[in-house]
């Protein structure tokens, strides 16, 4: 898993409930990310986090919450699910983050989300 | 908007064969290029990563190019195996703001 573990793999929901895809890495990375991947399109960012205590918005972050209250975990919140949600989610921790670039990203296995 | 746009969406082949995939990009200014190989139910791996001044790196039976002046890569996939058979996605970084831009990848299925 790229040392990096999501949990839960799979996860149905009704919309309106609320729930937390879990992240954590065991590399002690200072960048860590959430991703979104739907059919037919490319990665797109939702929020990332340059180290504990700082989060930031990516493309897509409505919906989503974080937090990154230590370097090891960050998990993503969806605070009332909503069928567009449907997606397979994944976490990625990269080494160095942006300043010096050509780090390649790590990511987990995914989240398998369904909101009906 | 920073595009990357790769080709074919899918494809198959017989195992053995050799094949390229390719990836047009309008990111600028271009920090790298990066390829990534996602198994099914799995998440991305890293194959190569190449700046500007790369033309050329391989990763075992991946060889990966990159003409920067027509922003083009390709990923060429030599004497193919069926654990090849994956989605292969091209990333562009920005080297103005250091965003990601995703390709939709594109799928192979390597046959017996």
């Known amino acids: 898993n790229a040392g990096v573990t999501q949990t839960p793999k799979f996860q149905v929901l009704k919309t309106g409930q609320s729930m937390t895809l879990q992240c954590a890495q065991d590399?002690?990375?200072?960048?860590m990310s959430w991703y979104r991947q739907d059919p037919g399109m490319g990665l797109r960012l939702i929020h990332y986090?340059?180290?504990?205590?700082?989060?930031d918005q990516g493309e897509v972050p409505n919906g989503y919450n974080v937090s990154r209250s230590t370097t090891e975990d960050f998990p993503l919140r969806l605070l009332s699910a909503a069928p567009s949600q449907t997606s397979v989610y994944f976490c990625?921790?990269?080494?160095?983050?942006?300043?010096?670039?050509?780090?390649?990203?790590?990511f987990g296995d995914g989240t398998r989300l369904s909101i009906l | 908007k920073n595009q990357v746009e790769q080709s074919p969406q899918s494809l198959i082949i017989l195992e053995g064969k050799n094949c390229t995939l390719q990836c047009n990009y309008t990111v600028s200014p271009f920090s790298n290029l990066r390829w990534y190989k996602q198994d099914t139910g799995r998440g991305p791996v890293s194959l190569t990563i190449m700046t500007f001044s790369e033309n050329t790196k391989s990763n075992g039976r991946y060889t990966a190019t990159l003409d920067a002046d027509t922003k083009q890569s390709s990923l060429h996939i030599t004497a193919s195996q069926l654990s090849d058979s994956a989605s292969y996605i091209c990333?562009?970084?920005?080297?103005?703001?250091?965003?990601?831009?995703f390709g939709a990848g594109t799928t192979v299925t390597v046959r017996a």
């Open positions: 590399m002690n990375h200072e960048y």
């Open positions: 990333v562009v970084e920005d080297g103005g703001d250091y965003k990601l831009s």
């Open positions: 990625a921790r990269e080494l160095t983050g942006k300043c010096l670039g050509n780090q390649p990203q790590h």
């Open positions: 986090s340059v180290g504990a205590g700082i989060t």
